[in-house]
């Protein structure tokens, strides 16, 4: 699923739009940019991290509409920052719980890839 950058982007929108991408994918990223080019190091640690376990997943650039997928996302997550990661509908965390969890060895099993 593509966004496109919108300047009029209605938060009610954005909202659903972050709700139907969490329900339509296993894994979803939403991050600053995109997988090809990230725009900043949390999103691109975000990036690596995932796709060394997965190849499937879903990336969601949130710079279009910032502040609306921000608030989006802390409603749904409790999270403030960007990147987050959702697996099969629940929040995971972002690049340092991703990072914490592949150190200890369980980042392939939250992402359902074992």
Same mark, same amino acid.
């Given at each position: 699923?593509?966004? %496109?950058?919108?300047?009029? *982007?209605?938060?009610? $929108?954005? #909202? *659903? +739009? !972050?709700?139907?991408?969490? #329900?339509?994918?296993?894994?979803?990223?939403?991050?600053?940019g995109? +997988?090809?080019?990230? %725009?900043?190091?949390y999103?691109? +640690? *975000?990036?690596?991290?995932?796709?060394?376990? !997965?190849?499937?997943?879903?990336?969601?650039? !949130?710079?279009? *509409?910032l &502040?609306?997928?921000?608030? #989006?996302?802390?409603?749904?997550?409790?999270? =403030?920052?960007? &990147? %987050?990661?959702?697996?099969?509908? $629940?929040?995971?965390?972002?690049?340092?719980?991703?990072? =914490?969890?592949?150190? +200890?060895? =369980?980042?392939? #099993?939250?992402?359902?890839? $074992?």
């Open positions: 699923m593509t966004f %496109q950058p919108e300047t009029d *982007a209605d938060p009610d $929108e954005i #909202a *659903a +739009r !972050v709700e139907e991408t969490i #329900a339509d994918n296993d894994v979803v990223l939403f991050m600053k995109n +997988r090809l080019m990230p %725009q900043c190091g999103s691109k +640690r *975000a990036v690596e991290l995932i796709g060394q376990h !997965v190849e499937e997943f879903e990336t969601v650039d !949130v710079l279009p *509409a &502040p609306h997928y921000r608030e #989006a996302l802390e409603s749904r997550s409790g999270w =403030e920052t960007i &990147p %987050q990661t959702f697996v099969d509908g $629940e929040f995971v965390g972002g690049s340092d719980v991703l990072a =914490e969890l592949d150190e +200890r060895g =369980e980042l392939a #099993a939250e992402l359902g890839a $074992e």
